[in-house]
């Protein structure tokens, strides 16, 4: 049975790998289904879409394969206090979802983790297909979320139901749960946390092309609010202190210039180096001022993404330490200054989300790697530059490692898609990398 595989496969784990492959069609059948329902990211206060009825769907899937199921609508007063979850955010018609398939005992528990929610579609136009139709060509599933991330929870909910459709008896716990809002927040990663969720390690199967994401960085999201005094820009004013225009946008103009100093002040810092993330960034992303053609800005706008690494993370592995120097960069400017001194900006904090990573010789990491060398596609560890639900868990004590089948590059693009031998590749894996772990009470 162990024809093409290495000698070290065990029969059982050849069955499970032939049974996958065999189910080809139906793996793509599920990824599709997925792909079907409109889960579109949210802003507060935005109505629900077709969330509740994908994880019902994947509730009853998991249940006819043996899975004790709890889907539930998290309380808003569970998650306060997390820097993740912005005020006012509620889950009316947006549930939750574990599955847990109990072990035999003496066994490692493994999570095996993923987001439901995509990201728009917009220009829908474009599209070559229907984006919330599946269309396999040329052996790609187009569709919106087929790589990030409905690929991923197929093949780790079709992993699930062959181990168990096959009899097999894992010794320790295979939880499955599948969270809203890691695209908008990352507030359904915190409520899973806060109802219980967790393992002895994890696999989130974002689209990580077969590499072990053991690191992804952080990121703060700071506005910067700029004020000035308007007057005509057609006519000469006299100085601020005699009561003439200050330009806001001038003075923004200063107060980027002290936040570039610090960017490019981390460049020579040793806190900026890490084998698998780039270093921190400081990016302006939005600059809005000014209020008419021919009058001086009363204020300025700016918007930054702040991406930092996990040795600039505080005790409790946030960001307090990175807002300090942002802070210390405004204050720099304000000093300078004379209107800005008297005239400070004012700064808001979005939510934010924290950096992460774990040992490289952790099992999880181990054991993914190995079977994805098994399968035939092993790739190195690597870190995820952006942020995925993988550091929520990791920091409530469940580590997790980043993989899954599909190449992020595709995602959030127009004709987003996954190469179908890629999910079943993925599916197998994930399978390999349960039995391995968890053990087996046979």
């Known amino acids: 049975m162990n024809a093409g595989l290495p000698d070290s496969v065990t029969d059982r784990e050849a069955q499970v790998l032939e049974e996958i492959e065999r189910r080809r069609a139906d793996l793509v059948s599920l990824a599709s289904d997925l792909i079907a329902f409109d889960t579109t990211a949210r802003d507060v206060g935005d109505p629900p879409r077709d969330e509740a009825a994908l994880q019902r769907y994947l509730a009853d899937r998991l249940t006819s394969a043996g899975a004790e199921t709890d889907l539930w609508e998290p309380e808003p007063s569970e998650l306060v206090g997390s820097p993740?979850?912005?005020?006012?955010?509620?889950?009316?018609?947006?549930?939750q979802l574990m599955a847990r398939i109990p072990g035999?005992?003496?066994?490692?528990?493994?999570?095996?983790?993923g987001h439901i929610d995509v990201v728009s579609v917009e220009p829908r136009d474009r599209w070559s297909s229907d984006p919330f139709s599946a269309d396999l060509r040329d052996g790609r599933l187009y569709g919106r979320g087929a790589a990030d991330m409905k690929g991923g929870i197929a093949a780790m909910v079709f992993a699930a139901e062959?181990?168990?459709?096959?009899?097999?008896s894992l010794a320790g716990d295979l939880i499955v749960c599948t969270v809203t809002d890691e695209e908008s927040t990352g507030a359904g990663g915190v409520a899973a946390v806060a109802h219980g969720v967790g393992a002895d390690a994890g696999i989130v199967a974002e689209p990580s092309d077969f590499h072990a994401w053991v690191a992804c960085r952080g990121s703060l999201l700071p506005t910067i609010v700029v004020p000035g005094r308007p007057g005509?820009?057609?006519r000469p004013q006299p100085d601020w202190q005699e009561g003439g225009a200050v330009n806001a946008i001038d003075k923004a103009l200063d107060v980027a210039g002290a936040l570039r100093r610090l960017r490019n002040s981390w460049r020579e810092r040793e806190d900026?180096?890490?084998?698998?993330l780039?270093?921190?960034?400081?990016?302006?992303?939005?600059?809005?001022?000014?209020?008419?053609?021919?009058?001086?800005?009363a204020s300025c706008r700016l918007v930054y993404h702040v991406a930092y690494l996990p040795a600039q993370a505080d005790a409790a592995g946030w960001g307090s330490a990175v807002k300090c120097e942002i802070m210390d960069a405004v204050a720099e400017a304000v000093r300078a200054d004379p209107w800005l001194a008297e005239n400070p900006p004012g700064i808001e904090w979005a939510p934010e989300v924290p950096p992460a990573e774990i040992d490289v010789h952790e099992p999880i990491v181990t054991s993914v790697r190995g079977a994805a060398q098994t399968v035939g596609r092993g790739r190195p560890v690597s870190g995820s530059q952006s942020w995925f639900d993988g550091a929520t868990f990791t920091l409530a004590g469940t580590p997790c490692v980043g993989f899954g089948p599909g190449d992020n590059r595709?995602?959030?693009?127009?004709?987003?898609h996954i190469d179908a031998r890629s999910l079943v590749a993925g599916a197998q894996t994930l399978a390999l990398s349960a039995l391995r772990f968890c053990g087996t009470t046979e």
């Open 84 to 95: 993740l979850v912005p005020e006012g955010l509620e889950f009316d018609g947006r549930p």
């Open 104 to 113: 035999g005992g003496g066994g490692r528990s493994l999570l095996l983790n």
């Open 162 to 168: 062959v181990l168990s459709e096959l009899g097999i």
């Open 232 to 234: 005509h820009a057609g």
């Open 272 to 276: 900026q180096r890490h084998p698998f």
């Open 278 to 297: 780039a270093p921190g960034h400081i990016v302006p992303t939005v600059v809005s001022g000014g209020e008419w053609i021919v009058s001086y800005p």
């Open 410 to 416: 595709f995602a959030h693009q127009i004709d987003e």
